[in-house]
């Protein structure tokens, strides 16, 4: 299938230099598929929505950088998004499923859980639930899931697409990996923020990537077990060593395809 990457959210913590919000917009026989959803413009037109994680990420009230303006842009309208499958439910992740009440919504049962029913106190703040209070059909998934590639496993949600568990950053965290006309594309979400703990390379020059501090000091205060992040770089790496995989990041810049707009 026809991958496109796009921004839907950037984000410029205080002491931080700027980030972005990395979303796949999939043409999948089903129709459009995100991966990811960024912010949503409700977010960006009420930045109060994000509460107390919004004034720390600080994100561009810009309309223009959200997946529903991305996927017009592409000549597609909003209801043309038919699943949205999210590799967590964290506030610059989720926000989008507003602009898309009608999608199917993908996500680990864990995640959910740890979103809505069994919020603690540390992670009440990351989860925002009127970013979905119009979402009717949430489908989740339970357990570790099959044998999948390079020691993984996985959830088949829709031919071609796959949620691979990699908690560490919430208690349900997932990679997801599409099939696209020229490779397998796994979108690592927050399983890493810098691009060069998994050896990744500048998609112009081929260079390695230089790395980046604050996005490896940010990823550790974020994560929920640490430990297991650790275990999620060593898994990246093995995937983004296969010629026939592109690893791509929720925040490092770096990793846009140079033919995108951004």
Same mark, same amino acid.
């Given at each position: 299938?026809?991958?496109? /990457?796009? !921004? #839907?959210?950037?984000?410029?913590?205080?002491?931080?230099?700027? #980030?972005?919000?990395?979303?796949?917009?999939?043409?999948?026989?089903?129709?459009?598929?995100?991966?990811? &959803?960024?912010?949503?413009?409700?977010?960006?037109?009420?930045?109060?929505?994000?509460?107390?994680?919004?004034?720390?990420?600080?994100?561009?009230?810009?309309?223009?950088?959200? $997946?529903?303006?991305?996927?017009?842009?592409?000549? /597609? $309208?909003? #209801?043309? !998004?038919?699943?949205? %499958?999210?590799?967590?439910?964290?506030?610059?992740?989720?926000?989008?499923?507003? @602009?898309?009440?009608? *999608?199917?919504?993908?996500?680990?049962?864990?995640?959910?859980?740890?979103?809505?029913?069994?919020?603690?106190?540390?992670?009440?703040?990351?989860?925002?639930?009127?970013?979905?209070?119009?979402? &009717?059909?949430?489908?989740?998934?339970?357990?570790?899931? @099959?044998?999948?590639?390079?020691?993984?496993?996985?959830?088949?949600?829709?031919?071609?697409?796959?949620?691979?568990?990699?908690?560490?950053?919430?208690?349900?965290? *997932?990679?997801?990996?599409?099939? *696209?006309?020229?490779?397998?594309? %796994?979108? #690592?979400?927050? *399983?890493?923020?810098?691009?060069?703990?998994?050896?990744?390379?500048?998609?112009?020059?081929?260079?390695?990537?230089?790395?980046?501090?604050?996005?490896?000091?940010?990823?550790? !205060? $974020?994560?929920?077990?640490?430990?297991? !992040?650790?275990?999620?770089?060593?898994?990246?790496?093995?995937? $983004?060593?296969?010629?026939?995989?592109?690893?791509?990041?929720?925040?490092?810049?770096?990793?846009?395809?140079?033919?995108?707009?951004?």
């Amino acid at each position: 299938m026809r991958v496109h /990457h796009v !921004v #839907a959210g950037v984000v410029r913590p205080r002491f931080v230099p700027r #980030a972005i919000c990395h979303v796949l917009v999939c043409e999948h026989a089903d129709g459009l598929v995100l991966v990811d &959803s960024g912010f949503g413009t409700a977010d960006l037109a009420d930045p109060r929505r994000l509460g107390p994680m919004g004034r720390l990420l600080r994100p561009d009230c810009d309309p223009s950088t959200t $997946a529903l303006a991305a996927v017009l842009a592409l000549g /597609h $309208a909003a #209801a043309d !998004v038919t699943h949205v %499958v999210l590799t967590h439910l964290d506030l610059d992740h989720a926000g989008g499923l507003s @602009d898309f009440p009608h *999608a199917v919504v993908h996500t680990t049962a864990q995640e959910w859980e740890a979103a809505t029913v069994g919020t603690g106190m540390r992670e009440r703040p990351r989860y925002r639930p009127v970013q979905w209070q119009t979402t &009717s059909d949430v489908r989740r998934y339970g357990g570790a899931g @099959d044998a999948w590639q390079h020691g993984l496993t996985g959830h088949e949600v829709l031919p071609g697409i796959t949620l691979v568990p990699m908690t560490g950053h919430t208690r349900g965290h *997932a990679a997801v990996a599409v099939q *696209a006309e020229d490779g397998l594309v %796994v979108h #690592a979400g927050d *399983a890493a923020f810098d691009g060069s703990v998994f050896g990744a390379v500048d998609p112009v020059t081929g260079e390695p990537l230089g790395r980046v501090p604050h996005l490896r000091a940010f990823e550790r !205060v $974020a994560a929920r077990k640490p430990l297991r !992040v650790r275990r999620n770089h060593a898994a990246l790496r093995r995937l $983004a060593a296969d010629p026939g995989i592109t690893v791509v990041t929720a925040h490092d810049g770096r990793l846009m395809p140079p033919d995108e707009d951004f």
